[in-house]
């Protein structure tokens, strides 16, 4: 499953960004799909995660409240709206998705496809 980011880059801290992911010739809509962030010499960590039919949901603490996880099965697409953003949310962007399971999972070995990520740096 090839899956593909957009959206990423350069912007003040303060404000917004949206990132897209999407898998051009697949459907993933029985998925669960994550979003994780690796800043630079650091591992990578979840920032959400969200259930195959969006109804269920999960923030890292560090992104409650200014980030917003979403997806369309119909485009097989995701997003993730950045707002409020901080220095501290600099770092290389990466969509996930595991299957099979329903289950919320939150840490990198537990997604088996990825995309190649997209750079968002906030500046201060």
């Known amino acids: 499953v090839q899956l593909v980011e957009s959206g990423g880059g350069l912007v003040q801290a303060g404000g917004s960004l949206r990132l897209s992911c999407v898998a051009p010739g697949r459907t993933f809509s029985r998925y669960v799909m994550a979003w994780f962030r690796q800043a630079p010499g650091k591992e990578r960590d979840v920032v959400a995660v969200i259930s195959w039919n969006g109804d269920n949901t999960y923030y890292a603490d560090s992104v409650k409240g200014r980030f917003t996880i979403s997806r369309d099965n119909a485009e097989s697409a995701m997003f993730l709206q950045l707002n409020s953003l901080k220095p501290d949310d600099t770092g290389i962007y990466y969509c996930?998705?595991?299957?099979?399971?329903?289950?919320?999972?939150?840490?990198?070995?537990?997604?088996?496809?990825w995309g190649q990520g997209t750079q968002v740096t906030v500046s201060s």
């Open positions: 996930a998705t595991r299957f099979p399971g329903d289950e919320l999972r939150t840490r990198p070995a537990e997604y088996h496809y």
